[in-house]
């Protein structure tokens, strides 16, 4: 009896050896449908491996503290979605798997480079992650208003001179009847306060981070420049005060709904421009009217953010070589990359995947494709999660100075909030 | 087994979950108080690098340290808010049980409305208060519009309004437990003591000082250590009305909870952040050792 029973046990584990694997994929809500969508496009990697893929949604509120437990505990899953600026982290921690020797050469000449960026930490060797889709962020404007005040966006956007003139211009025009806001960005209470100020400090000639990542620049004379430009729409009354406390989903609803004329935000808005000229917008939006811009060029150049996610793998994987191929098959492979990019209405970060008709065909994606040529990266060091919090904190509170709530707008105070900034960054500069 | 056996094993179940839920944990967090813990030492977790006393000297004393971003001033708030809540929610709770423990028509409703805000949970309240207290907001609004109080609205979350928009929406959420219990407590009363002081010829204020404030002392101290405990670590309703962990409430509007999860969570300091919650803890206990002194009399039954 014992001896049948050994024998039935053993061809059972050897079916379950033999069995093709199941990799358990860890994503956030990028599309309508994020668990189907992506299930539609690893369907086709299924059928040519004969490995399954199972494809868990986390919510961004509580992702953050998922996968970090998961990089501690090894208990995860195989394939896992990361925010650009939670590479590094994740890195440092030690949680992710190498990808540099599953990588065919000339890997990272397929990519935009500013994408390709967020791969690997400054100085190291090491790719931890492929870029998946990019958050790009052009300007969006109002054709309807330039039309009436006679402006021509690529004047507009073609210097920080042009485009605070354009903003005096547009205000105290009205629209329909209606006073509408030259320009809108949110103010505080929102993880996107340093993504919006950044082509700005960037334009001046500043930055967050010096390239090697041991120096802050935060508070250097550019960056307070350019600090200093962009509150100037507030101070002069060209973007009203009431926007600075609202986070950037809010404004983004009002930009739609027709109270804002510049805006800034992710490529998503193409797609719903397309929906509305196609005549099936959302009530009470006006985006068949909105145009898409370059950034506006600073003294010292043009710059695009760039933020996004990339895919990268556990290092606690069962499954590593059919991971690292999952992730090389939704990154590397044009049809899977560019699927993916346009059901979720990001911008593809794979070089080839910006040639389909998707975006060649799209007038507002092609000045984002153009928009690209000046992408920008956050300095790519561990540290940046918790600097993103230290800038969040204190770039929100700029804007406290800037709207004059307490006391009337004084310089030094903003200066003061920078050079909190710069200390607190510094410090943890000091654990690295 | 002896007699009480099947008791402790009863028991057994609950204290076991207590164990490793609360007293693991506060056991380790106090360890890692000693540690160098943040995120590059962070995979190593209790092996992290000892380093005695240094997170407390940085919350402490160290002027450079992250930690104590901000960390005055919160304390200074969570004081304000603690002390004001406490007042607000005995003094209001035990004005409307008085009124709702007489009889008038509507009793019931009455009585079932005013319990609602108890309902909520805490993260919804916040969230909510968030867009209520906003600018374009409909506090702002019913003062500007409707009641025409106001010329123009208030920008309630900036500057020092934060810390009053929060004392006023805890308020709203937390003021059925203290009316509750006094209700509770109330109704206890003899009827016959009030009779007999009738008698007796009392006014309406004297029964209220001599039978209704001594009965209720027990249920007041109850309530102020209840009170002292929950806002002392009140974080839910601050976080999501400032844009739940993302915004900064500002100097005002921080409380020691909310300013802890961010340097130490956010930040990854997790040593210096043990650290300051230790010392937290050590005030509470503090001040329950107080209010020991003080309510010693009051929490046995006559």
Known sequence: MKKILGIVLMLMSFAVYSAPATLKVWIMPNSAAPKTDLEKITADYTKKTGVKVEVTVLDWGSAWTKITTAATSGIGPDVIQLGTTWVPTLAAMDALVDLNSSLPAGTDKKFLPAAYAYSKMVGSKEIVTLPWFSDVRPFYYRKDVFKQAGLDPKQVFASWANLKAATKKIKGMKINGKEIAPIGFPGKNDWNVPHFMAPFIWGAGGDFLSKDGKNVLIASDKSVKGVEYYASFVIEGLMPKKYLEKNSSEVESKFRAGEIAIFSTGPWITKDIDKAVAGKGNKGEVLDKVGVALPPAGPSGRYTFFGGSSLGVFKSTKHKKEAVELVKFLTTETKAASAYAEVTGNYPPLLAAANTPYITKNEGRMVIKEATKFGRAYTVVPTWGPMETILSKRLGAVWDVVAGISKPYNKENMVKELKAAEKEMKTIISQM | ?302
């Open chain 2, 1 to 302: 087994m002896n007699k009480y056996g099947f008791a402790y094993m009863m028991l057994l179940p609950a204290i076991l979950a207590l164990v490793i839920v609360q007293l693991i944990p506060n056991i380790q967090g106090l360890y890692i108080s000693f540690l160098k813990l943040n995120q590059f030492t962070f995979k190593k977790f209790l092996k992290a690098p000892f380093v005695g006393l240094q997170n407390y000297y940085d919350v402490l004393i160290n002027p450079d340290s992250i930690i104590r971003a901000g960390l005055f001033e919160s304390i200074r708030n969570s004081v304000i808010f603690t002390v004001v809540m406490l007042l607000a929610t005995i003094v209001f709770g035990l004005v409307l049980a008085l009124i709702l423990n007489q009889e008038f028509k509507g009793r019931s409703l009455a009585r079932t409305l005013l319990l609602l805000p108890w309902v909520v949970p805490t993260y919804i309240v916040g969230l909510l208060a968030g867009f209520m207290w906003g600018y374009e907001g409909i506090i702002n609004r019913i003062l500007v519009d409707f009641l025409h109080i106001l010329p123009e609205p208030i920008y309630w979350k900036s500057g020092s309004l934060a810390l009053f928009t929060i004392i006023v929406t805890t308020l709203w959420r937390f003021f059925p437990m203290t009316m509750l219990m006094y209700l509770a407590a109330l109704q206890g009363i003899p009827k016959d003591f009030y009779e007999a002081a009738d008698i007796d010829g009392a006014s309406a204020f004297q029964k209220f000082r001599y039978i209704t404030l001594p009965t209720l002392k027990p249920v007041t101290a109850m309530m102020v250590l209840f009170g002292l405990i929950q806002h002392v670590y009140s974080f839910n309703i601050a976080s999501m009305m400032f844009g739940n962990g993302a915004g900064y409430p500002g100097e005002w509007g921080d409380l020691v909870m909310t300013n802890l999860n961010r340097n130490s969570f956010a930040l990854m300091q997790y040593g210096t952040g043990g650290a300051a919650s230790v010392i937290l803890m050590f005030f509470v206990i503090l001040f329950v050792g107080v209010w020991l002194k003080v309510f010693k009399d009051s929490i046995t039954i006559e």
